[in-house]
């Protein structure tokens, strides 16, 4: 079967480092996406992977290894409106796109 | 504005009544596509489309339908709402290539 895992929760406090883990399991890989989802609204995209290795975008970063079937979502000098879900998202070799449940991220003062 | 527009944002309606969710997106996205979200459950597919008159199932079709006659719409139709499709409801587009997905702003649904 297809399955995508992230951690429930984390927290972490502003102006630190955080990492959020997503594994997966799919049949077929065109690529791994990163979403944000603020509570009540609707997600937004952040991150695209579809090679091994480190992507940066300002205090975002994702990283790829196809191989391990793993990547992260680095999130520096955290802020007050990062609390948010983060989603990890594959689009797998039939062009459609399955979603992790998604890890919802508390930053505290 | 390049937006994904659904309506409506918010319906309650009975069992059995049928009733369709709009989509419309005016960026020229060849794809699109609708998702139930679901506490726990994360995102789910419904169904997709790659371009006009193409369409598939996702992952949880059952009970809905959809169609896809002109580039910019795409609605969703559930012929006959149970309580089960009680839900929160996204409908998203995109472009051919690597892209990732342009969200509508979601369309709260209960079936009473």
């Known amino acids: 079967g297809q399955n995508i895992d992230q951690p429930t929760e984390m927290t972490a406090t502003e102006g630190a480092i955080v990492q959020i883990n997503c594994t997966y399991q799919?049949?077929?890989?065109?690529?791994l996406f990163w979403y944000q989802q603020h509570a009540g609204e609707a997600p937004t995209f952040l991150s695209y992977n579809v090679l091994d290795g480190l992507e940066e975008k300002g205090r975002f970063s994702s990283f790829l290894s196809r191989s391990k079937g793993y990547s992260y979502l680095l999130l520096k000098e955290l802020q007050m409106k990062d609390s948010a879900s983060y989603l990890c998202a594959v689009r797998t070799g039939g062009f459609k796109t399955i979603f992790g449940a998604g890890t919802r991220l508390f930053v505290k003062a | 504005e390049a937006q994904v527009t659904q309506n409506p944002r918010y319906l309650i309606t009975v069992t059995g009544k049928k009733l369709t969710v709009t989509c419309s997106q005016n960026m020229n996205h060849e794809y699109m596509s609708w998702y139930r979200q679901d506490p726990g459950l994360g995102l789910r597919q419904i169904y997709y489309s790659m371009n006009v008159e193409v369409t598939d199932k996702g992952d949880v079709p059952e009970g809905y339908k959809v169609s896809r006659k002109e580039k910019r719409n795409f609605p969703l139709i559930l012929e006959s709402p149970s309580p089960n499709q009680t839900s929160l409801y996204f409908c998203a587009s995109r472009r051919t290539g690597d892209y990732g997905y342009t969200f509508g702003s979601g369309t709260r649904l209960t079936v009473v």
């Open positions: 799919t049949s077929g890989f065109n690529g």
